[in-house]
């Protein structure tokens, strides 16, 4: 039978009563009192008044109503493009790579590409603004020129889900 070593608990006990001499009150360590040095720099940051955005410019109204109307017409070419790729994709759906079904079927998607270009090329204007006008700080209409960049990137990333869905159906090369 071992008998437990006396000497490991007096080891332990060592570290803690330096720590309480420590706290006792010696003379030489630093006070932590906040000195009078330290008070000179409590003081209010100024506030900043920052202008909300205002009305957009009249120049820009008539670009974004453009914009706007190229992506409602490149939704509505794209929706009428569909149904006939749709039918010429499920009919290439188990047709060879190259074969003549599936060569149609290749076309039908790109032609349904084709049709969304005006949108792609109006959420790419409307990209290049954003950044301009942001980098510029130019914030005047910035909130209506963001929310149309999200109803065309909303249509876009629709219309590259449908694109990739009819592309999956395909057998790939």
Do not use: H
Not at 33 to 42: I, L, M, P, S, Y
Not at 61 to 75: K, V
């Amino acid at each position: 039978m071992k008998r437990p070593s006396l000497f490991l608990p007096v080891i332990l006990l060592l570290p803690l009563s330096a720590c309480a001499a420590a706290q006792g009150g010696d003379a030489g360590a630093p006070s932590l009192a906040k000195r009078t040095v330290e008070g000179r720099f409590d003081v209010a940051p100024p506030s900043v008044v920052v202008a909300p955005p205002g009305p957009l410019p009249a120049d820009l109204a008539g670009r974004l109503a453009r914009w706007e109307s190229d992506g409602n017409a490149a939704q509505q070419a794209f929706a009428a493009e569909r149904g006939n790729t749709v039918t010429l994709v499920s009919a290439a759906a188990g047709a060879p790579v190259a074969s003549e079904r599936w060569v149609v079927a290749q076309q039908a998607i790109s032609r349904l590409i084709a049709a969304r270009a005006p949108l792609t090329s109006a959420l790419a204007d409307i990209d290049r603004l954003y950044l301009e006008r942001s980098i510029d700080e130019a914030v005047d209409g910035l909130p209506d020129v963001y929310a149309l960049r999200e109803r065309l990137a909303d249509m876009a990333s629709a219309q590259d889900a449908i694109v990739q869905a009819l592309s999956d159906q395909l057998p790939g090369e």
